[in-house]
């Protein structure tokens, strides 16, 4: 029997999603709590992982219990949000088919990168990341539009990534305007490599303070090389918002 | 010499804006700094105060110095700011003439109260008051117009409130939708009673939840009893956004 889980969780206090020996995680506190509360010991399996300090709005993870195991959707959100810390919430949960993997099946991920535009830092922004004041955010709206199709996304990965396959499509990449100078910027694609987002975010960064031109992330898409992209901005300010199956 | 200061601050770990001796205020902060960085023991006149726990994204204040004072935009603000907490920060700051007054001339405030709506806690929202999400933000929405107008808010007013003129000018109110189910009740006014935006709150909460319909609003400024209005809501989650003198 399949168990189908959606997660919120504010990601500042933890070394990120995957259990790690010695160390606070998301899934350290999940499986730990979800065990309790099923009276057997269960492993989680995410969407993907999301790095130290990085927040989700709808990360999505399944376990698998025997087949007599009597799922009650109620209590079981009831007594595992009880036992949780404040800062990770079960939003829902429910049974799912034996093709469903909350990893191999993903269609599609969003996620937003909150940033403020200031000459100095603002008290009431503090998990976002500031920009300054010398940012044009309309010149980071128009390199967006490089990152959408299928590309090979090498200039964006992590040099400690292992992989090997950097091809990834991406369906929209925009920046969203809240008003009092913050912003996001939201991107949802097929799936994404380690860092991608926050690697793009400094690439953004990088032509909106005219370091380069918009243009320049076509070239650096093309160029395939790391060290053309931006740095690598914190993790804090980036937020897993939707895991898409295609149901 | 007055000098005028921009200020923003996250109130969640200050006793309100009031310097009181043994707690940690706003106030206390910005004079202890800014009397060090001028070298002479200054006050500071706020527009008004703000509870414990309430946020100023933009609250005016002003001191009095000797005319012999060297006052430098750059260097003042630079070294207020590098000796202020992170969640205190001095945005602006300049020389007005001896007709301003901080407190007393002051055209219109704008507050912002937020809440997002979710049968369960949102680890991303922390901050923000959940409403159950048998809430109507239309029906909040409606209940807004009555308070437009020049009332009396004597429904709206904390007991212990000294004041004995209830009588206050409300420009604009409304509901402001940011998405992903969180809203802001943002209001414009003459001036503010103590505790009234979070009364106010919790009367449209009151409202959206159906215990009262919303003509409700006309029917508890008129009746100017505290009894009949609603709940004085968490001070956490209200902004004090900004302060108008008309300039």
């Not at 996001?184 to 694609?189: D, K, L, N, P, V």
């Not at 898409?221 to 937020?239: F, H, M, Q, W």
Request: net charge positive; charged share 25%.
């Amino acid at each position: 029997m399949k168990i189908k889980l959606i997660i919120e969780y504010d990601g500042s206090q933890y070394s990120g999603w995957q259990a790690q020996e010695g160390q606070r995680t998301i899934q350290g506190e999940l499986e730990r709590v979800v065990s309790d509360v099923v009276h057997e010991k269960i492993t989680l399996y995410a969407s993907g992982r999301t790095d130290a300090g990085v927040n989700a709005r709808a990360q999505v993870a399944h376990f698998e219990i025997g087949e007599n195991f009597k799922f009650n959707r109620f209590q079981f959100l009831g007594s595992v949000n009880f036992f949780l810390p404040d800062d990770i919430i079960v939003k829902d949960a429910c049974v799912v088919g034996d093709d469903f993997d909350a990893r191999f099946t993903v269609k599609k991920k969003t996620y937003r990168y909150y940033f403020y535009v200031s000459r100095f830092e603002r008290p009431l922004f503090a998990k976002f990341l500031r920009v300054n004041d010398n940012v044009s955010v309309d010149l980071m709206r128009e390199a967006c539009q490089y990152l959408i199709g299928e590309h090979d996304f090498k200039s964006f990965v992590a040099r400690k990534s292992g992989k090997t396959n950097f091809v990834r499509t991406i369906y929209d990449a925009k920046i969203l305007d809240f008003g009092d100078d913050l912003f996001a910027f939201e991107i949802t694609g097929s799936g994404f490599l380690y860092n991608m987002v926050r690697i793009i975010m400094g690439t953004l960064i990088k032509i909106g303070t005219k370091k380069c031109a918009p243009n320049a992330m076509k070239e650096i898409i093309d160029g395939k090389s790391r060290a053309s992209a931006g740095k690598t901005v914190s993790g804090t300010p980036l937020v897993l918002f939707s895991v898409d199956y295609g149901e």
